[in-house]
C-alpha cells in the first residue's frame, strides 16, 4: 500500500487544526511544522496524532517545502489548518490509492469556501482548483508568496469531490490576514521588478470588482459575494499601493 504523508504548517490555529487533522485520520502520518504558536495549536495537534516540528516562519512556500522534507511516505497530501478533507474526498482518494493512483504524479482538488458563514459558490472562488495531493518525489511549492502552489513533475489527475475551506468566519479575521497578505504580496513583487503604472493603480481595482462581482456572477452569493467582491478590489488596491510605496522607498535610497 502506498504511504500517504499528510502535512500542516501552523501559526494560532486552535480553532481549527483539529477539525482538519480529524479530517486525516486515514493517511499513514500527520507532519505539524509549527511557527512559534502562542495558543493550544501545539498541543492539541499532539493530541490528535500529529507529530509536530517548530520552525520559525520561513515564508509560505519556504515552510510547505521544509514540512515535505520531514516526511516519510511516498505521497504528500498538504492541507492548510483551516481546511477539511470531506468523507467523499477521503474514499475517492482511498479508492485511487488502491489503484496506484492511476499512474498519476498529483491531484487536484477542487476547493469549497467559507466566506462569513456563507458557502461561496460563484465570484471565482468555487470550484477553485488546488493541487494538494502528489507524489514526494515529483513536486515542490513554488509560486509567488502568499499564494503558493505546487510545481508538478509528471501528468495530474482531478478528484470530483471537494475540500472544505473555513476561511474568514469574521470581518475580523479578514482584516487580521489583510494588511501581512498585501504587504507580502507587494514585497515580492517588488523583488520580482514588477512595477506600477498610474493607470494600473487607478484602474485596477475597479476591475477586480466587476470581474468577480459581475463576471464570475458573485451577485448570485448575496451580500456576502458583493462584500467579498469589494474587499477583492480593496486587495488590490493597497497591495498595489504597498508596491507604489516600496517602490518610492527605493527611489530615494538611489
Known sequence: MIKISATVITKNEQDNI?????????????????????????????????RVIINPWPGHIQQKNFAIEQTTGDWILSLDADEEITTELREEIEAARKEGFYGREGFYFPRQSMF?????????????????????????????????????????GHFKNHMLHYTYPSLEAYFERFNSYTGIAAGELFKKGRRLSPFKIVFSPP?????????????????????LSVFSAHYVLVKNLKLWELENIEGRRE
Not at 486515514?26 to 496524532?49: C, I, K, M, P, W
Not at 518525489?137 to 495530474?156: C, I, Q, T, W
Not at 476591475?207 to 462584500?227: H, N, P, Q, S
Request: glycine fraction near 12%; charge should be positive; include cysteine.
Open 116 to 156: 462569513l458563514g456563507r458557502w461561496i459558490k460563484h465570484g471565482g472562488w468555487y470550484p477553485d482548483y488546488h493541487l494538494r495531493l502528489f507524489k514526494k518525489e515529483s513536486g515542490r511549492f513554488g509560486g509567488m508568496n502568499p499564494h503558493d502552489k505546487v510545481d508538478l513533475k509528471g501528468r495530474a
Open 18 to 50: 483539529v477539525r482538519c487533522l480529524r479530517s486525516l485520520s486515514f493517511v499513514d502520518e500527520a507532519v505539524v511544522v509549527d511557527s512559534q504558536s502562542s495558543d493550544l495549536t501545539v498541543r492539541l495537534a499532539e493530541a490528535n496524532g500529529a
Open 207 to 227: 476591475a477586480a470588482f466587476v470581474k468577480m462581482y459581475l463576471l464570475k456572477l458573485g451577485f448570485l452569493d448575496g451580500v456576502e459575494g458583493f462584500i
